[in-house]
């Protein structure tokens, strides 16, 4: 049996699979933030340990895990957990989503070392500028740091007593030479780090430890259980779904939006923001788009119409050519391609006969469209995305999925029901590593193959050109709105 262990920001998912990939049990344990001041995000670690350790009792008590061979790691990104002397937590971690450090990342990103060792614009939510936040304003604390974890490494600390990073997660710490696969020297030192604060690196699907003997025992775990170097959670995702591969992708319709597609090279564009980081497999990267509002943008207008945003896409018929309407989807700012945190979304083209169907439909389209940004961006660096396989709450809306197989001029796949996400991919890494690590991309797909699909939607060419003609319109909407106070 394999365990994947999520650490996601609100809430530590376990999963628990056979040797077929089946999932024999699962367990969660639910997880708060604390925003003391406006922008701030915070978690203490502490609370990832007491999540981890609800989740294995739970599991005890739901099934024999005498058979476990590997234990998986996923978990959100960016997230600066900092350590002092004894692996002592000197304050809380900053999270993701956390935007103090919008000052420090400009001056960071401003360094052109930056962009050219990382290949990746510093975001603010990236770790490296909350470091520099901590000097510039906590500078007792910093002075105490010796050690600076991600947090699911900070929950391999605790399991294994290693610290131990992979690839794909250290690649959002604006730190790691994503080309080379190992940490900068010269970007640590420009954050008054060195190579001694910074965990070891593995790729995701090779062994980082084993279990301590203590929690084996107390948890009713076998002695020698591998711990994996697991992923960041969108890299696990893209293993649960089986994207391993040159030309395969995924296109995650939740809260926010992600197209994620694997490379078999490195071929950054920092400008685009598209993000190029190091996959969960050897001699694999991922470029990923990120849209900040895409189920979030319809339930909005679900909260506007006072109706269930499933009522409301299923009110619609066939999809059609675009209406005069027009939605931006940017209720909170955009990052791919803009990296514009000031621009907010739009409603335009409506007239006397616009209805709810017809907003609905602008929405949909708004961030269908989004999403061609994104695609445009990803394959300018010559990123082959040949078909994609839809996750997400937003993926069980069949006009929604013909819609954007018809924008994106790709087919989109909805797979049959189950779980395919960060645990089930940390899962399968545990499951590589336990036989012995996976050498490329090809050996990893034999181990983390697609999910079966329940339904393929094929783009219309009789819409292909009216879609272009209304996303070159949309496109010419944010120019125009983008420098409006």
């Known amino acids: 049996m394999y365990l994947g262990l999520d650490l996601g920001t609100s809430g530590l998912k376990a999963l628990l699979i056979g040797e077929d990939q089946t999932v024999l049990a699962e367990a969660h344990a639910p997880l708060t933030v604390s925003r003391p001041h406006a922008g701030w995000s915070e978690q203490d670690p502490a609370?990832?340990?007491?999540?981890?350790?609800?989740?294995?009792?739970?599991?005890?008590?739901?099934?024999?895990?005498?058979?476990?061979?590997?234990?998986?790691?996923?978990?959100?990104?960016?997230?600066?957990?900092?350590?002092?002397a004894g692996d002592e937590v000197l304050r809380p971690c900053i999270l993701w989503n956390d935007t103090r450090s919008h000052v420090e990342a400009a001056a960071l990103d401003a360094d052109p070392r930056f962009r050219d060792i990382t290949g990746n614009i510093v975001f603010p939510g990236f770790t490296a500028p909350k470091i520099a936040w901590v000097r510039a304003n906590e500078p007792e604390v910093a002075a105490r740091?010796?050690?600076?974890?991600?947090?699911?490494?900070?929950?391999?600390?605790?399991?294994?007593?290693?610290?131990?990073?992979?690839?794909?997660?250290?690649?959002?710490?604006?730190?790691?030479?994503?080309?080379?696969?190992?940490?900068?020297?010269?970007?640590l030192d420009a954050t008054g780090l060195s190579r001694d604060a910074m965990p070891d690196l593995v790729e995701g699907s090779d062994a980082s430890g084993t279990l301590r003997g203590d929690l084996a025992a107390r948890f009713g775990l076998p002695e020698g259980v591998i711990v994996a170097g697991g992923g960041g959670d969108n890299a696990a995702s893209a293993i649960g779904v089986g994207v391993v591969q040159e030309g395969q992708a995924f296109l995650s319709l939740g809260t926010s939006g992600v197209l994620f597609a694997a490379a078999g090279s490195y071929a950054p564009d920092a400008a685009s923001a598209v993000h190029t980081f190091c996959h969960a497999v050897p001699q694999t990267w991922h470029q990923m788009g990120v849209i900040l509002a895409a189920s979030d943008a319809l339930e909005w207008h679900s909260r506007l119409t006072g109706t269930p945003a499933a009522e409301l896409t299923g009110e619609l018929g066939d999809v059609e050519a675009p209406g005069?309407?027009?939605?931006?989807?940017?209720?909170?700012?955009?990052?791919?391609?803009?990296?514009?945190?000031?621009?907010?979304?739009?409603?335009?083209?409506?007239?006397?006969?616009?209805?709810?169907?017809?907003?609905?439909?602008?929405?949909?389209?708004?961030?269908?469209?989004?999403?061609?940004?994104?695609?445009?961006?990803?394959?300018?660096?010559?990123?082959?995305?040949?078909?994609?396989?839809?996750?997400?709450?937003?993926?069980?809306?069949?006009?929604?999925?013909?819609?954007?197989?018809?924008?994106?001029?790709?087919?989109?796949?909805?797979?049959?029901?189950?779980?395919?996400?960060?645990?089930?991919?940390?899962?399968?890494?545990?499951?590589m590593a336990d036989r012995g690590g996976v050498t490329d991309a090809?050996?990893?797909?034999?181990?983390?193959?697609?999910?079966?699909?329940?339904?393929?939607?094929?783009?219309?060419?009789?819409?292909?050109?009216?879609?272009?003609?209304?996303?070159?319109a949309f496109q010419s909407l944010y120019t125009a709105l983008k420098d409006q106070p």
């Not at 131990?164 to 190992?182: C, H, I, N, Q, Y």
């Not at 907010?344 to 269908?368: C, F, K, P």
């Not at 990893?444 to 003609?469: G, Y």
Request: zero cysteines.
């Open 47 to 84: 609370a990832w340990i007491a999540a981890a350790e609800a989740v294995l009792e739970e599991l005890r008590g739901s099934a024999d895990l005498s058979g476990l061979r590997g234990i998986g790691l996923s978990g959100q990104m960016h997230g600066a957990v900092l350590l002092g």
């Open 324 to 431: 005069r309407t027009r939605f931006l989807p940017y209720l909170g700012g955009e990052r791919t391609p803009h990296n514009d945190a000031h621009i907010r979304g739009a409603l335009t083209g409506i007239e006397h006969a616009t209805d709810r169907a017809a907003m609905t439909r602008a929405i949909l389209e708004g961030v269908s469209f989004a999403f061609r940004d994104s695609l445009e961006a990803l394959t300018a660096t010559g990123t082959k995305i040949e078909r994609l396989t839809a996750v997400g709450g937003g993926s069980r809306s069949d006009h929604w999925l013909s819609m954007l197989a018809s924008v994106l001029g790709r087919p989109v796949d909805r797979p049959v029901s189950g779980d395919f996400g960060g645990a089930f991919g940390a899962a399968r890494l545990a499951l």
């Open 442 to 472: 090809a050996t990893a797909a034999e181990l983390a193959p697609p999910p079966q699909i329940a339904r393929s939607f094929e783009p219309d060419p009789a819409l292909a050109d009216a879609f272009t003609e209304s996303f070159q």
């Open 145 to 187: 740091i010796e050690r600076v974890l991600l947090p699911k490494d900070y929950l391999r600390l605790w399991l294994t007593g290693a610290a131990v990073s992979d690839m794909s997660d250290a690649a959002g710490t604006a730190w790691l030479d994503v080309g080379k696969r190992d940490w900068s020297e010269p970007l």
